[in-house]
């Protein structure tokens, strides 16, 4: 059985096409698992002969070097080649399990060398370093456990100030003679120090770490003082003991500035250096936490990373009164001088000035340029003096650009000087100058310019042909195309100003005010042209200003009014909603708030309340002591009824002045109102006298106000809201249906692509545009509109025979239809369906009139009668105007009577006549001929022809001999389709083919 895909629908294309895909991805999983065996067979082969090649190489090799998880992956070949001895570098920082597992029984000496004061190993799990203490080395194990261990005491790394802080830590340490070479810190006066402050952290509770802004701005801006004094930024490094610190910093360090220098977090660092080391402790608060800043390993891995420069800063009171490690640093710090509030800054250039104490981020912006606020007063090649205040970096100005006004002389006129900055290259003098130019005006130009290089913007004072003057500058070419207006008549009669180069042409747009009635009888605003001389008028101009469901005025021309795009107004209580008028609101879920001592509402915001309005007075006391007019449950009102009596018993319902008297304050205008009349009023709102009424949002009965937000009336808003919502669904549409418009369109764009590819592509432009947003089912009705006129554009269009004459004015008019259609438009008016409707009409007749026209003249039939009758249709097809109804019904008898006299064949008889005689002659195809005068007949047999004979209708000679055509005769396919006669070479030669 066959089936026919392109029948099916999208959905089940779709459902087809993962079907396919389904049974194609089947079918190689199948393969791969076939061939899954034989690749782990392959593989492990290939790695035996890799670790054969690796082991042959390693037993070459007088030193094996490798990561211990190099040595893991290789363990079966350390075990063959057995080493003697096992030299393990960092070892207080590897697992001991890692280390057992290089070891073979061929070894005979372990070296571990590492320092267990710094970091320990780090397990995976945490659980297995706390209960089963993982995290001890096989290096600290043997040291704790008096196993006899050498120290090494000389360090190359740190300055001797930083070291001998260091020897709380390690009592022996001592200094090679490399590090007392350091030069000193430009620009600080410590190369060592700690800063201290007392504000406070933040947690960040996504990273469940820790932040503090005041030392990353303060470290960011210590950092750029640095890159001013001329340090690299790879010789600066910042380190931070938590992640959180550590997103904070880059936060605050863009990489095109800070390029270079790195940011990271302690336990990164370890076995590694830097010329000056920035420290970020970030712990600061009033619990007296201090997290990991408690455990010594890593307080001993941050404060000895640095080599010539180390400043440190947090809250130390913070630290020394949680930790005794840092007590004693502190103390150090505090003994040696060490320790203060802020940095000692000094400028290179003016060491003798008292230089910036730098307790503030912002105080180091008193050394914007790394030295101090005075000039720089360097005199530079130039003779300026540079502009700068005083910097450190480029102290000779080799690289400084001068931005100084140049002021030399550039040419012959001592009073021109060059107007570019003084590091820029002078150039040609540009000082305006005036000069005569070669077409004898005078114009101002650069002084270096030539006349003859000048373009002069002087008036043209050429005339053209046309007699007009030009109407280009001098310095451009004549005017080609004379754009002076002038009195002329357009191609619809009437009289205006055209522009010159087209009062010869038919392309001139009337200009004369259209002023016709329009279905919406309002009259036409535009002009003749625009509106194709009353064919297809443009949109109405006038402003609806009708009031729309949501309350607003509606801003478009007079049409179908689309959804209102302000802002929606509707709220309540506990939010807004913050979609555009004309789409749905989304509903509140919220609880409602209608509550008083006596009742309370149990649904939800946007769902009826399920209690009654509470009468009961309001017990409540306003701010000046006396009583609240108000209800129970609801706002009390602001006006109180001794202290605003004016206002409070003005008569507006008639029971405002009773004693007992009670108010209702409405929340959006905050009117007043006595709450029996008020309920009257909103109980009656828009009820009408039975008739029926305009569905329209409840007002304040004083201002007009829309209320939305009072919630005594709450399901009065409700209702009118539900219903204006209503309203809302029926001007976008169903849903459902704008859904399926929706894929379907772009199926029909497909659909029309095969018959015209640049509609498509002009339609689909349009479809992609409007549906950037959110469309109605308006806009779609619209859009198939005009995909279903282009489709009769298209079929008016096609099968023009190619030799056929006087049809360029028809296609001129539909080439000017298509333009007016494919104009983007959310919606059609009935003015503007209406003129396609008839265009369309009008188009469909004015083929059929030129089509016959072609069978008139090819055909040589004239009558005094039928040339009459052809005057006057090609009048109305051709005027340019509207067609009325008596015009269309002339046009429909005329031309029906033309095409029954003349028929598509050209036979002189009708077509139904055609085919009856076609069917009773049961011969082959291509057997039949006209005379020389065009009457039909017939030949037998074989079809060739054999004889000679007389027309039975004008007695001309007819037939031939020796299968041979008469020359005056002519064969006549049209009458059954044949492409050649029956006895011909191109029939003899399909003869042969089928033998």
């Given amino acids: 059985m066959e089936y026919d895909i392109w029948g099916l629908t999208e959905k089940d294309k779709w459902r087809l096409y993962r079907y396919w895909t389904h049974k194609f991805c089947c079918s190689y999983r199948d393969q791969i698992r076939g061939k899954e065996a034989e690749y782990e067979q392959s593989a492990t082969r290939l790695r035996e002969i890799q670790m054969q090649e690796d082991q042959q190489i390693m037993r070459l090799a007088t030193v094996i070097g490798m990561t211990t998880t190099g040595a893991a992956r290789y363990q079966s070949v350390l075990q063959e080649i057995g080493p003697k001895v096992v030299v393990v570098e960092e070892a207080a920082e590897v697992l001991e399990a890692h280390i057992l597992t290089t070891l073979s029984q061929d070894c005979e000496h372990l070296i571990l060398i590492g320092d267990h004061k710094q970091l320990k190993p780090n397990p995976t799990v945490y659980r297995l370093a706390k209960d089963y203490n993982l995290d001890v080395s096989m290096f600290e194990r043997m040291v704790k456990n008096g196993m006899e261990c050498d120290c090494l005491k000389y360090q190359h790394r740190m300055r001797p100030e930083i070291s001998k802080m260091m020897r709380i830590i390690y009592p022996e340490l001592e200094d090679h003679e490399i590090v007392r070479r350091y030069p000193d810190i430009k620009g600080i006066s410590h190369n060592f120090f700690f800063i201290h402050h007392d504000y406070l952290e933040s947690n960040e509770v996504e990273q469940k770490s820790h932040s503090n802004l005041y030392e990353a701005e303060y470290i960011v801006a210590l950092c750029r003082y640095l890159k001013l004094q001329g340090y690299k930024a790879e010789q600066i490094t ?138 720089c007063e360097y005199r530079l090649p130039c003779g300026h003096t540079c502009s700068l205040v005083c910097h450190v970096i480029d102290p000779g100005h080799k690289k400084a650009k001068c931005r100084k006004p140049c002021q030399k002389r550039i040419c012959d006129n001592k009073d021109h000087r060059c107007v570019k900055m003084c590091y820029q290259q002078c150039g040609e003098c540009l000082t305006p100058v005036a000069k005569t130019l070669p077409c004898g005006h005078t114009q101002q130009v650069p002084c270096s310019s030539q006349p003859h290089e000048v373009k002069c913007m002087g008036k043209c004072t050429k005339y053209l042909p046309c007699g007009h003057a030009c109407q280009n500058i001098c310095g451009e070419r004549h005017t080609e195309v004379c754009k002076q207006p002038v009195r002329g008549k357009f191609k619809c009669g009437h009289v205006g100003n055209i522009l010159c180069f087209k009062v010869d042409l038919d392309s001139a747009i009337c200009t004369y005010p259209c002023g016709e009635e329009l279905s919406c009888e309002h009259q036409c605003r535009g002009t003749c042209g625009e509106c194709f001389n009353g064919k297809l008028h443009v949109g109405c101009k006038q402003k609806c200003n009708r009031t729309l469901v949501c309350g607003h005025i509606c801003p478009d021309n007079c049409s179908k009014c689309p959804p209102c795009m302000k802002p929606c107004g509707n709220r309540c209580v506990h939010s807004r909603c913050m979609q555009s008028c004309g789409e749905l609101c989304v509903q509140c879920v919220e609880k409602c708030n209608w ?215 028809c296609l001129e008019d539909l080439k000017l239809f298509r333009k007016w259609i494919i104009v983007p438009r959310k919606y059609f008016t009935e003015q503007e369906l209406a003129d396609a409707e008839d265009e369309i009409v009008r188009l469909q007749s004015f083929r059929r009139y030129i089509v016959c026209i072609d069978r008139l003249e090819s055909r040589g039939v004239q009558t005094v009668t039928k040339s009459e009758n052809l005057k006057k249709v090609e009048n109305m097809l051709t005027k340019g105007k509207k067609l009325n109804y008596d015009e269309k019904e002339y046009l429909k008898n005329v031309l029906t009577a033309l095409e029954k006299k003349l028929p598509a064949s050209g036979l002189g008889v009708s077509e139904e006549e055609r085919i009856d005689i076609v069917r009773a002659m049961p011969e082959s195809k291509g057997r039949w001929f006209k005379c020389p005068n065009g009457h039909i007949y017939m030949i037998g047999d074989c079809g060739g022809a054999t004889v000679e004979s007389k027309c039975p209708e004008c007695n001309a000679t007819i037939g031939g001999s020796s299968h041979r055509l008469r020359d005056d005769n002519q064969f006549a396919g049209e009458m059954d389709g044949a492409r050649y006669p029956a006895w011909s070479e191109q029939a003899n030669l399909l003869n042969y083919q089928g033998i």
């Fill in 238 to 375: 910042i380190l931070t003991l938590y992640s959180g610190q550590l997103f904070q910093l880059k936060k605050l360090m863009p990489k095109n500035e800070f390029c270079g220098t790195k940011i990271t977090v302690v336990d990164n660092f370890q076995g590694e250096e830097n010329d000056i080391i920035l420290l970020s402790l970030v712990r600061s608060n009033d619990e007296g936490r201090i997290g990991f800043l408690k455990i010594e390993n890593r307080v001993c891995v941050s404060l000895s990373r640095a080599k010539h420069g180390f400043y440190v800063i947090g809250n130390f009171n913070l630290m020394s009164d949680n930790s005794d490690l840092w007590r004693k640093v502190v103390k150090h710090a505090k003994q040696e001088n060490l320790f203060a509030e802020g940095l000692q800054l000094y400028c290179q250039n003016h060491p003798n000035d008292d230089g910036i104490y730098a307790t503030m981020p912002e105080d180091f912006k008193k050394a914007p340029e790394g030295g101090c606020m005075k000039p």
């Fill in 595 to 809: 509550t008083c001592r006596h009742y309370k509402c149990t649904k939800r915001c946007f769902e009826p309340c399920n209690r009654p309005r509470c009468n009961k007075p309001c017990l409540k006391l306003l701010k000046c002591n006396h009583k609240c007019i108000g209800l129970c449950g609801e706002p009390c009102p602001k006006k109180c009824r001794i202290c605003n009596r004016g206002v409070v018993t003005e008569i507006f319902f008639g029971t405002e002045d009773e004693d007992d008297a009670r108010f209702v304050e409405l929340e959006d205008c905050g009117h007043v109102f006595e709450v029996t009349g008020l309920d009257h009023y909103i109980d009656n709102f828009g009820k009408g006298d039975g008739k029926d009424v305009s569905v329209k949002l409840i007002e304040c009965p004083r201002c007009k106000t829309p209320i939305r937000r009072n919630l005594r009336y709450g399901n009065d808003v409700k209702k009118t809201v539900l219903d204006i919502e209503n309203a809302k669904r029926k001007i976008i549409g169903d849903r459902q249906r704008i859904k399926k418009m929706r894929y379907e369109i772009p199926d029909q764009i497909r659909t029309l692509s095969s018959k015209n590819l640049s509609d498509a592509k002009a339609i689909r432009k349009v479809f992609d545009m409007l549906f950037e947003t959110n469309v109605d089912e308006n806009t779609l009705v619209a859009m198939t509109n005009q995909i279903e006129f282009l489709k009769a554009i298209n079929k008016i269009e096609e099968n023009w025979e190619k030799k056929m004459r006087n049809k360029d004015k």
